[in-house]
């Protein structure tokens, strides 16, 4: 088939849940990752003719398209900030909203290069990963319950060439961490098995349960948790940011009071409430 006409049966197949522009740009993403072609090649190449071998590793990604599951998964690729990173569906494909929590904290805490950071329910590895990078001199530490979450977190810092501690731990037992920290960062499970209607099915058949839901009537599991972790764990002057829900913001603005100060509250990129900041209080005297 010429590549020109593979387009066209690629749209076709994907029109009940695709835009034109969205196949278009699945297929040249596929064409750059099976066979690093330049998105032009459909352009300059029309009557190009694919292989067997070729066509079949596109239909291969197009039937895993056509079930909804997510293109990272069948490439088993995705990008988060400036690194490129390996998931499967042992760990969430990491999201906009959470390269801007990474922003949030290397552009609040970078000014310090010695600095003692832990990031808790690290799945593939995106934040701490990120925040060696864009400081290497900190010292990054990440934990899951997950082992094929770690295992797949453990390959992606290799691939990246980053120093990093990581540990198979449930923060839902953890109590001491055995030094201080300047940082704790967490994207922890924080959707409501009600919310499950309004999600997209490439999410609820595909990504891990584990790492997205918490129970119906204890929204803030994990928030509480890590936070009564934090009050133990973080240094005098220590900070919490975490990526939240937005429909429980001032439930947990108002359990961090208890015990955190200076708060501050963060939209995304949709103008969403998505992350949250908190200082450790000073100790009382």
Known sequence: MKLIEYRSYFRTALKPFHSIEESDDFLKRLLKFYFDWEPIKIGLEPNYILKKKEEDQLNNALRGLIQQEPLQYITGRTYFLNIE?????????????TEELVQWVLESESHEK????????????CIPISLKQGVPNWRVSAMDVSQKALDVAIKNAKINTVSIEFYLEDILSKELWGSGLDVIVSNPPYVVPSEKEEMQSNVLDYEPELALFVPEDNPLLFYDKIIQFAETNLN???????EINPIFVEE??????????????????????????????????
Request: net charge positive; glycine share 6%; proline share 5%.
């Open 114 to 125: 010695d600095k003692s950071i832990l990031d808790i329910g690290t799945g593939s590895g």
């Open 252 to 285: 947990l603005t108002s359990l961090l009071k208890q015990s955190f100060e200076s708060i501050e509250v963060r939209n995304d990129f949709l103008s969403r409430p998505r992350m949250i900041r908190a200082s450790k209080s000073k100790i009382k005297t």
């Open 85 to 97: 990173l390996e998931v499967n569906k042992s760990v969430l494909i990491p999201r906009p909203e």
């Open 236 to 242: 005098e002057n220590g900070v919490l940011y975490f």
